[in-house]
């Protein structure tokens, strides 16, 4: 290294030397600089703190404000490494939770349990089900799995008292073991060997129950009268049409020594529960949760309640039930009850051997749901073992139902026929005596029916007892959950409306689609009319029949449009069949001139006038004497 070269380092070094020293800040800037670190480094620990203090909130709003031992730790892990942050923290576990302080930390781990129809995924955070999966079914809006209840949607715990403390299992950790595939146990420790909770799920090899008992082992100091069983479920929007799932959906119960019950369906409710309440069910539109106890919840505080959703696309309705077993104090104390989770299928519930458990299903009262249940549902069921489309499975329904009644059909009509054959006899009585006289006039109609032997009521009595049929199958196909998301034709689910056309617009009381099952009912009622009406006689004095025969199918259109489109293609071949069995009836069973025949024959004969004539004289007796005093 040459002279230059030396001289050239060292003025280097001397001049980041003298940088260094005229740039270096004063003891006051340093000072300054340090005091702003030090603010931005407690800054960021506050904003730490607070979003610790944020998840604690959320996660505990119950708790009094006290924090959940994962906020804790995330708040101790920020203080002063002087202070005893085990001690802090294990303090105000024990002045919380007192002997269950133990269970106040542990993982937050999954636990699934399954079967043959149910997947149940266990948190061991609070010991209740997260998740809880039908396998059988899927939603009708991309076809998801099908769930009950899910992560956040609601509360599920067992609330009591150990002393002042309220506690909850909501906010304890458990630890888990499997029993086999179908059941878990669940334990929560205390700082006492020899006491804990312990909560068990097992589910049914093959069913749709789940077994849950809640035991208090070691504590007598905890009276188990006063333990609540508290469950906030959000129902999931699972089908096509929402508004007809939210009508569908509410919450039933059965007291023991009285009829099932339920809660409104249209708008909000709640009840306390006055006695003994054998279960409870937070029924949706085709699927149930139910809370089934053998001794009965007792009805010391135990109420439910639900809350419609109506801006809500993603759940209908919030189902709320507080539930207490009524279990006497003891050293081990066990709360039992069994849940049901699945489908609302009639035989289904029936052989659960729950009683009314079955008519969670409305299927309609008393003959109307007496005709669904032994009449229309055995024949629908021992359709649906062949396989068949259950578009062909309503078409042979319909036919076997139209069969059944077809001796009634036949008589109707031949009392129609009987009463249109005497049209000539009825048109002379009203010439004779024309509109001046009426009471006369129908005093000899009156006889003319009489002495014919025909009774003008006789046609209104076989089409009375068809009525119960058309009005169990109007709750039978919007209940029956074997027509969910079944496809026939164009309608992609039968248990729902089918619709051609989606409307840019809503049409007031008709909606927004076009349901063409629905129009062609319309339109075979409106065939079936005239057909009918050419049977029929023309009724005097009755001049707006007919058009309100005329009126009817129109107003089916609106009101059937959103309705199951299986309800409409049921109608729409009951139509069809009954305008067949009126024409091969008419053309080739009932004979109008041999009829005539034999009435014109009755007439000749003398005959003793039935009570019901006579009942039907007399008041038009007192009617002319009533006429003649005013006059």
Known sequence: MDRKSIIGIVLMVAIFIGFQYFTMPSAAERARMQHEQDSIAELAIQKQAQHADSVLARQQ????????????????SLRPDSVDQDSLLQAHRLDRYGIFAPAASGNND????????????????GARPNVIRLKDYKTYHGHKPLLLAAPDSGAYEYN?????????????????????????????????PSKYIQITYQLDSADWFMNVTAELVGMPEVDPRNVMFHWNLTGFHNEKHRPTELQHSTVYY??????RNFLSETKDDAKKLEAKTNWVAFKQDFFTVAMVSKDGFTSNGSEISITNLPDDTLYTKRYDAKLFFGQEPGNHATLAMRMYLGPNQYNTL???????????????WGIFGWMNRFLVIPIFQFLSQ???????????????????LLPIAYKNQKSSIRMRALKPEVAAITEKYGKEDALKKQQAT???????????????????????????????????????????????????????MQLPFNIPFYGSHVSLFTLLMAASTIIYTLVNSKQMPQQAGMPNMKVMMYIFPVMMLFFMNSLPSGLSYYYLLANVISI????????????????????????KKPRKKSKWQLRMEEIQRQQQQAAKKRR
């Open 61 to 76: 709003r119950n708790a009094n404000g006290t924090a959940a031992p994962a906020a804790l730790a995330s708040i101790d």
């Open 350 to 364: 029936r052989r659960t051997g729950i009683p009314e458990f079955s008519r969670i299903i409305d299927l309609g």
């Open 446 to 500: 009156m006889e003319l029916y009489r002495k014919a032997g025909v009774s003008p009521v006789a046609g209104c009595v076989p089409m009375l007892l068809q009525m119960p049929v058309l009005y169990a199958m109007f709750r039978f196909f919007p209940s029956s959950i074997e027509l969910r998301q079944q496809p026939f034709l164009w309608a992609d689910d039968l248990s729902s409306y089918d619709s051609i």
């Open 110 to 125: 999954v636990v699934t349990i399954s079967n043959k129809h149910l997947q149940v995924a266990i948190n061991t955070y």
């Open 580 to 603: 067949l069995q009126m024409t091969v009836i008419t053309k080739w069973f009932l004979n109008e001139d041999k009829l005539r025949a034999e009435l014109l024959a009755n007439m």
């Open 254 to 259: 059965k007291y023991l020594n009285d009829d």
């Open 160 to 192: 009591f008292f150990m002393g002042s403390r309220k506690l909850s299992t909501k906010d304890m950790n458990f630890t888990a073991e499997k029993l086999g595939t179908t059941g878990v146990r669940l334990k929560a420790a205390t700082t006492d």
């Open 386 to 404: 062949f396989n068949l489309s259950y578009g062909i499975i309503i078409l042979v329904l319909t036919i076997a139902i139209k069969l059944l």
